[in-house]
Each structure stands twice: as structure tokens, then as C-alpha cells.
């Protein structure tokens, strides 16, 4: 890489002496260093998200009301904690939150158009990825804004706990429409899922909300949605802690 | 070679741009293949479990593939019966706990349109009891062409799937041909193959334009990495004058829009889909099939394994309380199937069907009407061998199980389950 930067034949210092060639090198860096980053982010959050969030996010059957909006947004604020205070404090630039999410959502329908629908066959509809690209935006917004990670820590951090059911609803709410097969009612997403068969995966793995005697039956959505936001205040800061120790770190200090 | 290509350099160095380029191919597809190893590896895991899990986990039987040619869109019937062991490892986690019965496909070349068993629709999971007897039916239809070694099967929660014997089943036709429908509760008729995608799609796109848009503002002013990150450093405390009044006003701009856009959504997503109902799960009972009470009553006496001569003699007691003979038409362990030709003419239904036709000799004749009296039976054949069943001697836990079918001078067939300690012998 040393090869390719722009400023290499400079130990005369005459090759970054006018503005206008010095603006060219920078143009060069950012040109090689933002699409390794898009890649970067990419590469760990989609394998981040896989390691955690999984099959929630594979299977159209799996998006259930209960454990989907909680475990989702404690995975997905990570990389948003960690560079957006990386970013913020370096560059004042508010982009991580949607940037990193803009990369997992890129490489979700590569991977689910490649690996599940051209190589295992199976049906779009039935893996499609989810949306998340508003919640970075909330995030990047409130942190320029309040130019504050304390104030981003709480209101974007419950943003992205509360909204990850009614960002997705106008997705998702088709695949919830009630069939009967066999005298048994399904949702739509249920038909698929058992429709298509996965030999690896039966219907018992599925970790969804399953019938409780508790009497908040009617109320699963908004109380989910409320609780995975106040977790995820606490989840958000404590990115941002790992983000502040990782600014700290002497890799970075070494390049001022 | 390299002579004969003319100009050297540029020729060896196509060489190594066409080796590295291969090589990334190489390993992308092996990445490819290792993310979806689980996926497809599980339909012909038949020979790697351990034989004490196939013989003493549940036994197979009678299975049967309604046609073993067809074309997209056609439907085959898989049926058969089953018995979950009595002699179930304790090691192993119970079919009594949470079980589920599926068909050992390499992905959705098959959907499944209906799968029972005693009757029962096995859309949910279940449980099924030791040492009783299940009818399963599933009813498949064709949807990608190939070959496929069809196997029913059973996912036991903790343990994995227990495979059933597999048949060959060859799929002609267009992939593209497929259909499947269903009629929502709400009376809409849906294509199950693209219902929903498009929407889903389309807001995925949304956003994702969205949100790029976003990213792209900040790009604008490039060069902004070393700019930036030499502001912010001479700035120190007062970085945050680096954002503008213009910056905040399209944020404050994007974060209305982004907040408004949700509430809309899900608004006029509720508009439209006004009924919904969440995902449904829970447990179906099975109730086992009703038998009459046995009159062939078995005990094992002895089991010995010869290793040399593939061999497995076991020693039986044997009390027939029906009103005519009896004897050993056939023994099934672990999906292989030893028939005594003597008895019963089983012919395998293909080449990889695990039935070795004349491999199972009697010794010390029929059991009669209310007689009790000591049998041995050889099963000796290769395929012991071949199905890597000989890891018994392996197991920490060297027991046996299998199915005895005792055929009547009166053609009834019984189906006894035995099973026991087994002792190897080595010469
Ligand atoms: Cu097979």
C-alpha cells in the first residue's frame, strides 16, 4: 500500500508545496481510505450481526413481536457506538450511524440473493433483510444536533429500540396476514416456513414469543419496543465508552 | 514455457494475475460452501452418526415413495412408520421431549403441502413415546429438477435429526414453472413464491436511497478525512464550530423526514393490512397407533458381533401366545435391513435402498402356538460393514437395539423391538 499513497516520492517536500497538489493527495486518500472502510464495515458488521442476530433476520418467520425488536437493536447499535463516537471526536463527522448500517444492509441482500435464494433456492420473500438505515439516521442526526454523546446515548439509543417494529410493520405486516392450512391457523410467514423446507432448521428452534397466561397479551409490541429502548440507552452508551477508550488508544495518536 | 510465450514478463505475469484471480475464486466458493454447509449437509449425514444412535433411537419402516419420477409442480406422497426406541440412550436427549418430523431434502427442492402422523397435521412440533407405534405421511411437490435421495426424518430438540432410509427421486421439468398458491383467512388469493418481495424491496430501497443521500452530503465537501481531522485537532475544544448552521438545518431537515416517514409507514401499513395475527408456535399431541395386544413375546438372550465374518448372531427367547407359528422373516438395525429369503422377499427399491435380501439364517425352526423356546439368528452381511455399523465396538456404551418382524404360518406379520448389551468377538 505504501507504494500507491500519493505523497511517497516526497522526502523534498516540494511534492505536496502548493495547495492545489496538496488538495489532489487528499482527494487520493480519502479515495482509498473510505472504500476500505465501507468494506471494513461491511465484513464485521454483517458477520457481527450473523453471530448475533442470525436467523431472526434470515427468516421472514422468525420476525417475531418479543425476542426480534430486543435482540436487534442491542446488536445493532454496536458499531454505530463505537464509530460514531470514533468519528464524532476525530473528524466531527456524523455519518457512522447510517454509514455502518448502510454497509450491513448492502451486504444483507448481497448474502440472501447469492447464498439463500441462488444457491439454497430458497424464495425472496421468505429471506429478505430487514430495514434499519432509518435508525442511523436518527442516531447521526440527534448526535449533530445535541453535539452531545450523553444526549445520543439516550434518545437515539431508545429510538433504536423503539422503532425497529414500526420502521419494519409496513415490510413485515403483509407476511402476518392469517391463512388456515389443515385446520390449523397460520401467518403467511408461518406458510412459507413450513412450505419450504429447512432439514436443519425445525420449527421448534425458532425462538419466538410463545403464549404466556401474563395479562399484557394485547400490549407485546409497544411494551417490547419500550423495554428494548431502555436497554438499549445503557447498551449505546457503553459502545460509545468502547469507542472513547479505542480513540485513547495509542494506534490512533501514533497518525497525529 | 515461458520462451515460447514471446515476451516472458507479460506472459508471467498474466500467469499470476490468472492464478490470484483463481485463487480468489477458489476461495469465495469455498466461503460460499462453508456458510451453507449447514444448510444442506444435514440430507445425507445417513453413515456418519454413531450406529448406537441409529439403531437405538428410532426405527424405521414400510417406507414408501408414491412415485420415484415426476415433474415440477407434481406431488409425491412419502409415507412409512416409525417406533421410537425403547432402548433410547439415556445420553441422549428424549424424542419424549420436543420432536419435530421433517423430510431430509437439500434445500426447498420440494414444499411441503401436508405431513401427518397417526392423522395428526405435524405443522408444529411434537413428542412421540417410546416404544410406540406412528404412521407419517407427508405430501411434497416438486419444485427444482434433479436427482434427490428423498429421506424422511426427525429433528429431536437437543440431539438432531435421526434419519430415516432414503429413497432416489428424479424431478424433470422447468424450475421456472413452479407455482404455489394460498387463500389468506381474508379471502386474497397470493403467489407464495413473490407475495410480499416487491413491497418489502421497494422500501428497502427507499431508505437505503435515504440514508446514502445522507452519507453523501458529508461527502461532498471531499477531500474530508486529513481536513477534517487537522480542523478538529486545532480547534481542540472548539470543534464543534466545525458544523455548520447549514449542517444542522438539513439535520434537523433529515430527522423530521426519517421520524416522519416511520410514523407514516406504519400507519398506512396498518391501514392496509388491518387484520394480522403474530406468528403461531406451540405443541400438538400425537396419539400413538392402536395395536393389538402382541403375541409374540421376546426376550434377547445373548448378542454377539464376529468381527472377521461380519457377523451378528443373537440368541432369542421367544413365547408365541397366537394360534399359529411364527419365525423371523427379517431384522432392522440402523436402517439396514437383513431378510431371511426363507420368509419374506424383499426386493430393494434402489440402488442405495440398505436391504440385503438373503442375509438372515434361522436356527431352531418356527416357534409354535403356545410354545416358549430358544432361537439363534445370523445377520451376516457386508453392509455392516460398508454403513460403518462395526464403530459399535467404539461406543463407550456397547449396546444394541433393533426391530425383529415375525411372519405367521397365517401371514400376519408382529413387530418386536429388541435390544441389549452386545459383545464383540474378535476371532
Ligand atoms: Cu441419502
Redesign the interface.
Known amino acids: 500500500m505504501a507504494q500507491d499513497a500519493p505523497a511517497a516520492p516526497a522526502p523534498t517536500r516540494t511534492a505536496v508545496a502548493t495547495s492545489a497538489e496538496q488538495r489532489r493527495a487528499y482527494i487520493q486518500f480519502d479515495l482509498l481510505i473510505i472504500p476500505l472502510i465501507v468494506l471494513l464495515f461491511m465484513g464485521i458488521f454483517s458477520f457481527h450481526f450473523a453471530l448475533l442476530v442470525g436467523d431472526w433476520d434470515y427468516w421472514v418467520d422468525w420476525r417475531d413481536r418479543r425476542w426480534w425488536p430486543l435482540v436487534t437493536p442491542l446488536a445493532l447499535s454496536v458499531l454505530p457506538g463505537v464509530f460514531g463516537y470514533l468519528l464524532w471526536d476525530r473528524l466531527r463527522l456524523p455519518v457512522a450511524g447510517t454509514l455502518t448500517i448502510l454497509c450491513l444492509t448492502f451486504a444483507s441482500w448481497v448474502s440472501r440473493y447469492l447464498n439463500f435464494h441462488l444457491f439454497a433456492d430458497f424464495p425472496m420473500n421468505m429471506v429478505w433483510p430487514s430495514t434499519y438505515i432509518a435508525l442511523g439516521l436518527i442516531f447521526d442526526c440527534i448526535l449533530l444536533l445535541s453535539r452531545s454523546f450523553f444526549v445520543t446515548g439516550l434518545f437515539g439509543g431508545f429510538l433504536f429500540g423503539l422503532l425497529v417494529y414500526p420502521l419494519n410493520w409496513p415490510l413485515l405486516a403483509p407476511f402476518q396476514v392469517p391463512v388456515e392450512l389443515h385446520g390449523t391457523m397460520l401467518t403467511v410467514a408461518d406458510l412459507l416456513g413450513y412450505e419450504y423446507v429447512r432439514t436443519a432448521i425445525p420449527e421448534y428452534v425458532r425462538k419466538i414469543e410463545q403464549s404466556t397466561l401474563r395479562t399484557f397479551g394485547e400490549a407485546v409490541t409497544p411494551l417490547t419496543a419500550v423495554f428494548a429502548g431502555f436497554l438499549n440507552i445503557l447498551n449505546t452508551w457503553f459502545w460509545m465508552w468502547i469507542g472513547y477508550l479505542g480513540a485513547k488508544s495509542v494506534w490512533l495518536r501514533k497518525i497525529t | 514455457m515461458i520462451d515460447a510465450a514471446g515476451t516472458p514478463t507479460a506472459a508471467k505475469l498474466r500467469s499470476r494475475r490468472e492464478r490470484l484471480r483463481r485463487r480468489t475464486l477458489r476461495m469465495l466458493a469455498l466461503f460460499?460452501v462453508l456458510?451453507?454447509l449447514?444448510?444442506?449437509?444435514?440430507?445425507h449425514g445417513e453413515r456418519a452418526q454413531m450406529p448406537q444412535l441409529r439403531m437405538s433411537t428410532v426405527h424405521w419402516f414400510d417406507i414408501e415413495v408414491s412415485t420415484t419420477r415426476l415433474d415440477v409442480n407434481d406431488e409425491i406422497v412419502v409415507k412409512g412408520s416409525f417406533m421410537p426406541s425403547r432402548f433410547w440412550p439415556e445420553h441422549v436427549e428424549s424424542i419424549e421431549g420436543?420432536?419435530?418430523l421433517?423430510?431430509?431434502?437439500?434445500?426447498?427442492?420440494?414444499?411441503?403441502?401436508?405431513s401427518r402422523v397417526n392423522g395428526v397435521?405435524m405443522?408444529?412440533?411434537t413428542r412421540f413415546m417410546r416404544g410406540e407405534l406412528y404412521h407419517f405421511e407427508m405430501r411434497?411437490k416438486a419444485?427444482?429438477p434433479g436427482r434427490y435421495h428423498v429421506h424422511p426424518?426427525i429433528?429431536v430438540?437437543g440431539t438432531g435429526?435421526i434419519i430415516g432410509p432414503g429413497r432416489w427421486v428424479e424431478v424433470g421439468g422447468n424450475a421456472a414453472d413452479f407455482r404455489?398458491e394460498?387463500?389468506?383467512?381474508?379471502g386474497?388469493k397470493?403467489d407464495?413464491?413473490?407475495?410480499?418481495?416487491a413491497?418489502?424491496?421497494w422500501?428497502?430501497l427507499f431508505?437505503?436511497v435515504?440514508?446514502?443521500s445522507?452519507?453523501v452530503y458529508?461527502?461532498l465537501e471531499?477531500?474530508?478525512?486529513?481536513?477534517?481531522?487537522k480542523?478538529?485537532?486545532e480547534l481542540g475544544v472548539d470543534?464543534?464550530q466545525?458544523?455548520t448552521k447549514a449542517?444542522?438545518r438539513f439535520?434537523?431537515i433529515?430527522?423530521t423526514l426519517?421520524?416522519s416517514?416511520?410514523?407514516g409507514?406504519?400507519q398506512?401499513?396498518?391501514a392496509?393490512?388491518p387484520?394480522?395475527?403474530?406468528?403461531?408456535?406451540?405443541r400438538v399431541n400425537v396419539p400413538p397407533a392402536e395395536r393389538p395386544a402382541p403375541t409374540v413375546k421376546v426376550e434377547m438372550v445373548e448378542a454377539r458381533y464376529r468381527i472377521p465374518g461380519r457377523s451378528f448372531r443373537i440368541e432369542l427367547k421367544v413365547t408365541n401366545s397366537g394360534n399359529s407359528a411364527v419365525t423371523v422373516g427379517e431384522l432392522a438395525a440402523g436402517n439396514l435391513r437383513f431378510v431371511n429369503a426363507a420368509v419374506s422377499k424383499v426386493v430393494p427399491a434402489d440402488e442405495d435402498d440398505l436391504v440385503a435380501a438373503d442375509s438372515l439364517r434361522v436356527e431352531n425352526g418356527p416357534v409354535q402356538p403356545s410354545e416358549t423356546r430358544n432361537i439363534v439368528i445370523y445377520a451376516d452381511d457386508a453392509m455392516w460393514e460398508t454403513q460403518r455399523m462395526t464403530t459399535m465396538i467404539k461406543s463407550p456404551d456397547a449396546n444394541v437395539a433393533a426391530m425383529l418382524f415375525f411372519y405367521g404360518a397365517d401371514g400376519e406379520r408382529h413387530i418386536v423391538e429388541i435390544g441389549g448389551p452386545m459383545i464383540p468377538v474378535f476371532g
Open positions: 460460499y456458510m451453507l449447514p444448510l444442506v449437509a444435514d440430507a420436543t420432536a419435530f421433517n423430510i431430509g431434502v437439500p434445500g426447498p427442492s420440494f414444499v411441503r403441502l401436508d397435521p405443522i408444529r412440533s411434497l419444485r427444482k426424518l429433528n430438540k435429526p404455489l394460498a387463500t389468506t383467512l381474508l386474497q397470493i407464495l413464491e413473490h407475495y410480499g418481495f413491497n418489502a424491496a422500501w428497502s431508505w437505503f435515504f440514508g446514502l445522507w452519507f458529508w461527502l471531499c477531500p474530508i478525512v486529513i481536513p477534517r481531522f480542523r478538529r485537532d470543534a464543534d466545525m458544523i449542517d444542522r439535520a434537523f433529515y430527522l426519517t421520524l416517514f416511520i410514523v409507514g406504519y398506512y401499513a396498518q392496509s393490512y387484520i394480522t395475527t403474530p406468528l403461531q408456535t406451540g
